[in-house]
Every structure is written in C-alpha cells, then in structure tokens.
C-alpha cells in the first residue's frame, strides 16, 4: 500500500493504462500546463513522458474536446478528455447524449465508442451556482453511458482504469473536495470493477446507500448514530449506471431500512431512483419505507451561511436517519 | 466507389462519376416513391441536385479514409461505397439494413466502407471528424478525413471550433461544405453575415476553395488536389462547393418559401445533366449513356424489391448494442415488448 491523494492516484492509473495502451491518450484543457490540470495536477508530468500527441492540450471549445474524443473513439482509440468541471461538461451534453451514447446503437453495433469523460462535480467552498454542481442524475438517465463516482484515491485509480478498458463510454465523476484527501492505494494493479459497491461499515439497524464524497458524510453519520446503540449499514455505490442492486438488496434485506444521500438536488435525483426500486423489489424485507435526502431544489448559493443552508450535512443525515430508524 | 485510379478528366474517370451520380439519383427517387407508399416511416432528405459533390469528393478517397456526414447522407454513402440494397433495407426497416434497422435514413452509416454515419445534429460531424483525424495521427496511418457540412452548418458554433482544433494540431482533414442555398427552409445568405464560408475558412488560416459543385469534372479535380495535399501532411483544407437543393428540406416539404420558378431554373443546372453533356462532347456515345443510366435503375428497383420482401427484425433485437454494462432489462412478465 501506498498513501496518496486522490489527484495523484487518478493520475496514477492514467499513466498505467497510457503504459499499457498506447491508443490510450487524454485531451482537455491546461493538461501540460504548469500545475497539470484543473490546479490539482490530476495530469502533472505526463506531457514529459507521453508527449503532447497523448496529452493533448486544447482549446477551450468543450464541444469539440467531447465530439472528437468521440471521433477518436469510433476511429480506434481510447481517449479520456476531461471537462474539468460538470458545470462545463454541459456545453458537451450534445455530443456526450447525442453522439457518444447512441453511436453504438443508432448504427446497430457497427461501432463502440470506448472514451472517458472526467467531469469533476461537487461543492467546495464558495464555487456558487457554476462550479459546484452535482449532475451524475442527467448521464444515469442517459441509456448508453456508465456513471461512476469514485470516493477514495484507490477506488479513483481502479475505476478509472476500468473505465478506459471498457468498451461503453464513461462519464468519470470526481468530487472537486477529494482531489487533496489522502489514502491507501494497492501497489498492484488494483483494478476496481465496474457496477461493484463497497460495503465502507457493516450494521443492522439501517442501511446508507451514498457515493462519492457523501459516501464519507455517511459513515460520520454512522458513527454518530453507533454512539446512540444504533448500528448502521454504509454502502458506497462506486459505479452510479449500472448501480449494484446485488449489494443494496442484501443489505435491506438484514437491515429493513433505507436511506440513500446524495450531495445533488434531491428532486429527480438518483436517490429516488434508488428509493423507488428498492421499494418496488424489496417490500418484503422493508420495515419502514425508504428515506431519500438531497439538496433543496435550488442553485448553490455563495455566502457561507446560505452555502450552508444548502449543503447535506453530517447532521441532516444524522436526521434523516432517524427518521427511519424511529419509524 | 472510391480509389478511381484513372487520370483525371479522362472520360472514363467521368463516366465512372456518373455512373455513381445516377445510381444515387436513382436512390433518392425510388426512396421518395417507398416514402410515398408507405414503405419509409420518420422522414427522408435527399441528396437530388447535390451528387456531384459527394461523387467528386469520395472518388478520390481510399476504402480506409473516413467520411463524416450530415443529415443529408445518401449520397455521400454511395459515393464512399455503401450497399445501397443495405441502405434502402435500412431506410425500410428491414432485416439486411446497414445499421440492423435501429438508425433509419438520418443515420445511416457504413463503417465497412469508412463512412462513419449521417447524423442528426447538425455540425457533429466536425468535431467528430477532428477527432477521427486525431486518432489517424496517434495512429500512424496514412489515411485522410473528410467531413461534409452544408451551408446552414457554418452558423453553429462547434464549426468553428473544430476549424481552429484542425489548424492547431495539423491534421489530415478535408472539410466540404456543400452550400445548397438553403438551411432547412431559410435562406442562408438572409440570416448569415459577411463573405461567406470561404472567407470563415481562410480566416483560420485554412487553405480555402470554391467549385461549382454541380460540375463534377471540376469538383474531381479540386478533391484531388486538395485531397492529395491533406494526404501528404499539408493539414487541413476547405472545399466549398456551391450547389442547389433540388428538392425539399424533406421530401414532405412543399417547398411554399420559395419563390415561383426557382427550382425549375436551378433544375437547368443539375450535375448529371451537366455531366452526361461532357461526356457526349468527349466522345462517350448516348447510347453507352443512356444503358448506364438504365442500370443504375434497375439496380435501385432490385434493392427496393429485396428492401420490400425483407422481413422487419424481431422485436427483442430492440435491446441489443445499448450498452455492456448494465444492458436495458425487457419489460417484466410477459418477456415480450409488444
């Protein structure tokens, strides 16, 4: 094991598979510039080593950096183009929806469009309404694409490398606050599979299903709540579409009870979706319907005190989880 | 058709071109009469009046080179090589289409043959064809891309995007814009500033030329020059080829915007009217002429009775090519979509 942030094991696994593959190459905005990305150096250095026809510098033209990430695609390579923030990654809706996602199908299986697209989302401080948000819900509900939202530096490496070895193209979303967190990442390949979730604390009281850095907002709750005598079940998801009903359903199963948090809006968010089949498919094991909690319906806000007033807190979860646990 | 190998400007290098401009004549023809009948749902933009830009531009590609196109996408189809019995099966719906009956007429593709699909949004094709170029680099190959656009394309933002990305990292590129005069059913000089897509081109810096894009003897030979210099690492160029749309936006448009007499005058200069009058005046005889023409008919007419007599696909093939991971579940209980 090796301790490091988040940042440098994604640029880890980046430059692992760029190793391995050399139809593997990268495209985005200031990847060779001084600090290597979007000032986290996701990609620090490895125009040094992989030359700039594999780290690929471009304009800002966000429509272009997804079409020809596409066009690369279908013509035989694997890119990953970043967007730097899912607030940007909607000027290439059209071209992540409309082209990547239905190429393989609108063409009966001619083609596979085996691309990443790293679309950072997420809150820091003070990033107000553009640069904070959360729309891993808009590409879930998007057939075509896989979703994933890894929390931990390992988890950002493995599933990256997933990602650029899958044939589907995929829609990599990173929280902007984990970038500088720090953890052990394996010093083999460590690869992480596509669509597995990962059981963070097991319990029997109450199930949290959450991703991403609310996945870390739940086990802080959990812990709050084990002070209480209650023993809550934290599962994070990993890979958003296609979701790990396998692990989910088990967990319901022991527990009874549901809540699933998400850091996004919570109307029309993937937490619903969740909420509504497990609902549909575990009614039996179900003590107490399932518990959903999201932001309100509203854009982020900057002061500090209405940033807040937005934000899904250790406590809100703590709430909400009592409403469950209660009920 | 591709790889054309004769000098240019020979008759028999002509004669090749019309034969493909006939046969894609034929195409859109017999499509309207099935979209007519009932045969064709959804709708059809075609290609009458503009085969001479296609045909001029994918006889001077290889098998290998990629083509991106538009909406409009029939032509550049069969002028790159595409199985127009697969195609009409596929504007039918039929089992045999080219894209398994799942994209119809707007998407109709053929990757076989280097055509990497008609699309529904228009300037796609651009950023989509840099990208593919950008992928012939990292690759090592020697193969070209071109990337057809129409007028009302030059108003979209990602086309000048893609114009700039093409001039910064150099690429083998050829972006054809066929100005037929209109942008579904508006005039694209009433809502379009400045000198037109040359000028747009040229100031990226791009190599930039104009054609008479009815005239397929002249667009051969502009494709194969410029062709010949994006091959050898000359970097992007810019083909504009003025032409006319015959026909409507779709083939239900009436054509009520414009004014009376128009299509008929344009009609006087359509490419394979053009194009037989060439040959006949360097020696091809009428005969041989009119027997090609005959043939691509009757070609079209044997692909639309093989399109008719071919069964729809099954249903459940609905859920297949979406994706490997996490594929679409059928509808519960009966296990069957209907």
Known sequence: MTTMTFADAVREGLAEEMRRDPLVWALGEDLSTAHGGTSANQYLGLIEEFGAKRIVNTPISENTIMGAAVGAAVAGTRPVADLRMADFGMCAVDELVNQAAKIRYMFGGQARVPLVVRQAIGMRKGGAAQHSQSTEAWYVHTPGLVVVAPGTPADGRGLLKSAIRADDPVVFMEHKDLWSTKGDVPDDEGMVPIGEAKTLREGSDLTIVSWSRMAHLAVEAAETLAADGTSVEVIDLRTLWPWDKVTVYASVAKTGRLLVAQEAVQVGGFASEIAADVTENCSTDLKTFPRRIGAPRMPVPYAEPMENEFRVTTERVVAKAREALDA | ?338
């Open chain 2, 1 to 338: 058709m591709s790889e054309t190998d004769q000098p240019r400007n020979t008759p028999a290098r002509i004669f090749e071109l019309y034969k493909t401009m006939c046969l894609i004549r034929a195409f859109e023809e017999r499509a309207e009469d099935a979209f007519d009948e009932g045969f064709i749902n959804g709708s059809i933009h075609q290609y009458i009046g503009q085969e001479a830009v296609g045909t001029g531009v994918c006889s001077n590609l290889r098998r290998n080179d990629y083509i991106l196109s538009n909406h409009r996408g029939h032509g550049h189809s069969i002028a790159k090589g595409a199985d127009p019995e697969a195609m009409m099966k596929e504007l039918m719906g039929r089992v045999g289409g080219t894209s398994g009956a799942k994209g119809g007429s707007m998407h109709i593709a053929d990757f076989s043959v280097g055509m990497l699909g008609a699309n529904g949004v228009l300037a796609d094709g651009l950023t989509m064809g840099v990208g593919a170029a950008q992928a012939i680099t990292l690759k090592g190959d020697d193969s070209i891309v071109a990337v057809f656009v129409g007028d009302g394309t030059t108003n979209r933002g990602p086309f000048y995007e893609a114009l700039n990305w093409a001039m910064v990292y150099e690429l083998p590129i050829m972006f054809v814009c066929e100005n037929n005069t209109y942008a579904s059913s508006t005039l694209t000089r009433s809502v379009t500033a400045g000198d037109g897509p040359v000028a747009r081109a040229k100031a990226f810096g791009m190599p930039a030329f104009d054609v008479d894009g009815n005239n397929v003897v002249a667009v051969d030979a502009l494709a194969t020059d410029l062709i010949a210099r994006v091959r050898s690492g000359q970097g992007p160029h810019f083909l504009h080829a003025r032409t006319y749309r015959v026909k409507g936006h779709i083939s239900r448009d009436k054509l009520l915007y414009r004014r009376d007499g128009e299509t008929e005058e344009n009609w006087e200069n359509e490419p394979l009217g053009q194009c037989a009058s060439w040959l006949a005046d360097n020696g091809l005889n009428e005969a041989d002429l009119r027997s090609a023409h005959a043939a691509a008919y009757a070609q079209i007419d044997t692909a639309v009775t093989a399109a008719k007599e071919s069964p729809f696909p099954d249903a459940a093939l609905a859920y297949e090519d979406v994706q490997d991971f996490g594929p679409p579940e059928p509808w519960a209980g009966t296990g069957d979509a209907a």
